[in-house]
């Protein structure tokens, strides 16, 4: 069965580095998302993504990140400079069709993103 | 912005017992989405529903979309089942919006 993969599991990084957390969506989506869970928090919504350009944005996602699908086949989250606040768990998904109207989103397993 | 409210937040059966988790959200929807979340942190999608009831295995769903009103139901629970078990409403773009959560634990 198709899957999301995301890459690396663990990224651990200095204060005010720049890291870059890879997904690779299932091949024939066309909507893509990622999310974040801080320790002990719900999921919340960062960014969505279709036919190459940002869609929508929440308020956590700032100047700091950025989502680009540079081959078609992989999306990316950068953050530019992590703050202590960026540890959290990333999640990625992607889904055929619009989850509010019939499709499922599917997520990959996270990378867990620890900023020392 | 739609508010999703999932009770209780935590839970604790022992294995065999019938478990009940509700969500409830405040703005009108076409679909809401069941999820688990294993002790591992990875996240699976387990009921995508707009109205009546869906069931897999022992998983039942069930939706009041005129009471904003969705509830999981576990059939004879097992230990395996311990997770937490998510309910999200689609926004635009079809982003989910998460509710916080229920911790199921089933003990032997």
């Known amino acids: 069965e198709p899957e999301v993969t995301q890459t690396p599991s663990h990224q651990v990084t200095q204060m005010g580095q720049e890291v870059i957390l890879r997904c690779v969506p299932i091949s024939n989506h066309l909507y893509f998302y990622w999310y974040r869970q801080i320790l002990g928090q719900k999921v919340e919504f960062l960014v969505s993504f279709y036919n190459n350009e940002i869609s929508e944005k929440s308020e956590i996602f700032d100047d700091q990140f950025s989502v680009e699908r540079p081959d078609g086949s992989n999306f990316t989250l950068k953050i530019r400079s992590t703050k202590l606040e960026d540890s959290a768990m990333y999640f990625c998904?992607?889904?055929?069709?619009?989850?509010?109207?019939?499709?499922?989103?599917?997520f990959g397993p996270g990378t867990r993103l620890t900023v020392l | 912005k739609n508010e999703v409210e999932q009770s209780p937040q935590n839970l604790t059966a022992q294995e065999g017992e019938f478990i009940t988790i509700n969500c409830s959200y405040s703005?009108?929807?076409?679909?809401l989405h069941w999820l688990q979340q294993h002790p591992g942190g990875g996240i699976v999608s387990l009921f995508m529903?707009?109205?009546g009831k869906k069931k897999h295995g022992r998983l039942i769903a069930t939706i009041n979309i005129q009471e904003k009103h969705s509830s999981l139901h576990i059939t004879a629970s097992h230990p395996r089942d311990s997770a937490v078990y998510i309910c999200?409403?689609?926004?635009?773009?079809?982003?989910?919006?998460f509710g916080a959560g229920t911790q199921v634990v089933v003990t032997p």
């Open positions: 703005v009108g929807i076409s679909a």
């Open positions: 529903l707009s109205s």
């Open positions: 998904a992607s889904s055929e069709g619009l989850a509010g109207v019939g499709d499922t989103q599917y």
């Open positions: 999200a409403v689609p926004g635009s773009w079809g982003k989910l919006q």
